[in-house]
């Protein structure tokens, strides 16, 4: 059996080596299986002739200019540029000889169609048309839902992180369409930013396609340490505040004996230690 991919090559061997040493291979004849099964599709004739000498003839309505019979290779190959769906089926390659009986080699030609598309979901079944899976909070459970359209035969679908197989527990949900359900089951600090990738593929010819969503993750909130530093009733008091983050931004209120907000600022902070000075009035 021969496998080509939908838009590819397709290759269909034929042994014209001769049985017999000394004799030649004279004619090759390609036909079909179908309404017209003893009309040749393709032929190439040496008759008389050296091979890089022979003819080749191929039925338009068939092949369409597509097919060309490599002699030349080992074992000999007629070829099929630019493969449709109709071109899978039964062939037959028929070599006859100068002086040995003539061949009949059968060859089933298996014509691949890749998977159409990918749809990303969210848990309440919305496509993630942007790419960016959430905000999530930190600590949460999540589902995320792939689904392959298309292709023959059905693919496989698998959730990727980098070059790492998180899940190949796919379903089929119809003819053409398969589901893989990525399953998180805490989200951490870790996973902010973290990019999933879902692929599909039928077959080891070409590429499989694939689709990535970044995941994006509201952190817990955490208690800001702070210490009061005595100054005289004279002077404005000092008040710090040491934070440790590392997030996209952060906003954080300033509060006086945990009553009412004295300052509030949003401030853009990524992987950095920084100390914030709070000048309040002495009362």
Not at 65 to 87: C, E, M
Not at 129 to 148: D, F, K, M, Q, R
């Amino acid at each position: 059996m021969v496998e080509a991919v939908q838009g590819g090559v397709a290759k269909l061997p034929c042994d014209i080596v001769p049985a017999l040493a000394g004799d030649k291979m004279h004619i090759v004849i390609w036909f079909k299986d179908g309404e017209n099964r003893k009309t040749p599709i393709y032929s190439f004739d040496s008759r008389d002739k050296l091979p890089e000498q022979g003819k080749h003839w191929h039925d338009e309505s068939v092949l369409g200019g597509r097919a060309y019979f490599r002699y030349q290779d080992n074992p000999a190959k007629l070829t099929l540029d630019s493969v449709r769906d109709s071109d899978g089926g039964i062939y037959h390659c028929r070599v006859d000889f100068k002086q040995t009986p003539t061949r009949n080699i059968k060859v089933n030609l298996t014509i691949i169609i890749p998977p159409e598309q990918l749809s990303v979901l969210d848990e309440t079944g919305v496509h993630i048309s942007n790419y960016v899976l959430g905000p999530y909070n930190e600590g949460s459970a999540i589902n995320i839902t792939c689904v392959a359209t298309g292709g023959r035969p059905p693919p496989k679908v698998t959730w990727w992180q980098e070059n790492a197989l998180l899940d190949d527990s796919f379903e089929y949900l119809s003819e053409r369409r398969v589901r893989n359900i990525l399953h998180l089951e805490k989200l951490e600090r870790k996973h902010l930013h973290t990019v999933f990738t879902c692929q599909a593929t039928n077959n080891n010819l070409v590429a499989p396609i694939s689709s990535s969503v970044t995941l994006d993750i509201n952190r817990k909130s955490f208690t800001i340490p702070r210490s009061h530093v005595p100054q005289p009733k004279s002077s404005p008091k000092r008040v710090f505040a040491i934070i440790s983050v590392k997030t996209l931004s952060l906003q954080y209120k300033w509060w006086k004996a945990e009553l009412f907000d004295i300052k509030s600022d949003l401030y853009q902070i990524t992987d950095v230690l920084r100390q914030f000075e709070l000048s309040v009035c002495a009362e």
